[in-house]
């Protein structure tokens, strides 16, 4: 996948320079890189089409298998105390760690921006309730506008656009480095909806022209 990214505070310098981060950078880098068109298409064929209209859940279980084969942790709790850290779901958990770099992978509705971006930021300072993990620095994986429309996501997801907009009202908020992840939509396809049996469900559609609109 191509991608864009934003630098708050720093981040990507940090990450492209400083020793401790340099080859969990590099592991980020060639996973995005990794996954494909056709990897997309393949997963979303094979476990997401009679379930799911957009491409959302493909690529989370892309990520996540991609991920994992790293040795990033999955769903890490973020403090120690039973109250928070055994709580369904997760509200209270990075969707993966590794090596002081909290990852959020962020395809949820537009509201919930905030909270996106201060997980990471709850993973990486002192806090009054126990910590089970400590980070330094937080990645926002979301999608761009046109992954949004190519991908047929739900019209409120919070976009890579959005998610800038957010950086300098909640500046001092924000108090550690995060670098925004946008992923770019597919080069070969997008998703069309349809509807069967009065379920609305996806349908690759194959782009052969890179210059046809996604709308």
Not at 10 to 31: D, G, K, M, Q, S
Not at 81 to 89: A, F, H
Not at 151 to 166: L, R, S, V
Not at 201 to 208: A, K, N, P, T, V
């Given at each position: 996948m191509?991608?864009?990214?934003?630098?708050h505070?720093n981040?990507?310098?940090?990450?492209?320079n400083?020793?401790?981060?340099r080859?969990?950078?590099?592991?980020?880098?060639?996973?995005?890189?990794?996954?494909?068109?056709?990897?997309?298409?393949?997963?979303?064929?094979?476990?997401?089409?009679?379930?799911?209209?957009s491409?959302?859940?493909?690529?989370?279980r892309l990520?996540k298998?991609e991920?994992?084969?790293f040795?990033?942790?999955?769903?890490?709790?973020i403090?120690?105390e039973?109250?928070?850290?055994?709580?369904?779901?997760?509200?209270?958990?990075?969707?993966f760690?590794?090596?002081?770099?909290?990852?959020?992978?962020?395809?949820?509705?537009?509201t919930?921006?905030?909270w996106n971006?201060l997980?990471?930021?709850?993973?990486?300072?002192?806090?009054?309730?126990q910590k089970?993990?400590?980070?330094?620095?937080?990645?926002?994986?979301c999608a761009?506008?046109?992954?949004k429309?190519a991908?047929?996501f739900?019209?409120?997801i919070?976009t890579?656009?959005?998610?800038i907009?957010?950086l300098?009202?909640?500046m001092?908020?924000?108090s550690?480095?995060l670098?925004?992840i946008?992923l770019?939509p597919p080069?070969s396809?997008r998703?069309s909806?349809?509807?069967?049996n009065?379920?609305?469900l996806?349908s690759i559609?194959r782009?052969y022209?890179d210059?046809?609109?996604?709308?």
């Amino acid at each position: 996948m191509e991608y864009k990214i934003h630098s708050h505070r720093n981040a990507l310098t940090i990450l492209e320079n400083e020793p401790e981060f340099r080859e969990a950078w590099e592991e980020v880098r060639h996973i995005l890189s990794k996954i494909s068109d056709d990897m997309m298409i393949e997963c979303y064929e094979e476990h997401f089409r009679s379930k799911n209209k957009s491409l959302s859940t493909t690529i989370n279980r892309l990520l996540k298998e991609e991920f994992e084969s790293f040795g990033w942790s999955g769903e890490s709790p973020i403090f120690q105390e039973p109250r928070y850290k055994d709580v369904k779901g997760d509200y209270w958990r990075l969707d993966f760690a590794k090596d002081d770099i909290s990852i959020e992978v962020a395809f949820n509705h537009s509201t919930v921006i905030a909270w996106n971006l201060l997980k990471p930021v709850l993973a990486s300072e002192l806090n009054h309730v126990q910590k089970a993990i400590q980070t330094k620095l937080g990645i926002v994986i979301c999608a761009t506008q046109d992954m949004k429309v190519a991908g047929n996501f739900d019209g409120a997801i919070g976009t890579y656009e959005k998610f800038i907009d957010h950086l300098r009202p909640l500046m001092n908020q924000l108090s550690v480095p995060l670098l925004i992840i946008g992923l770019e939509p597919p080069k070969s396809f997008r998703m069309s909806e349809v509807k069967e049996n009065g379920r609305k469900l996806g349908s690759i559609m194959r782009i052969y022209d890179d210059t046809v609109p996604y709308y």
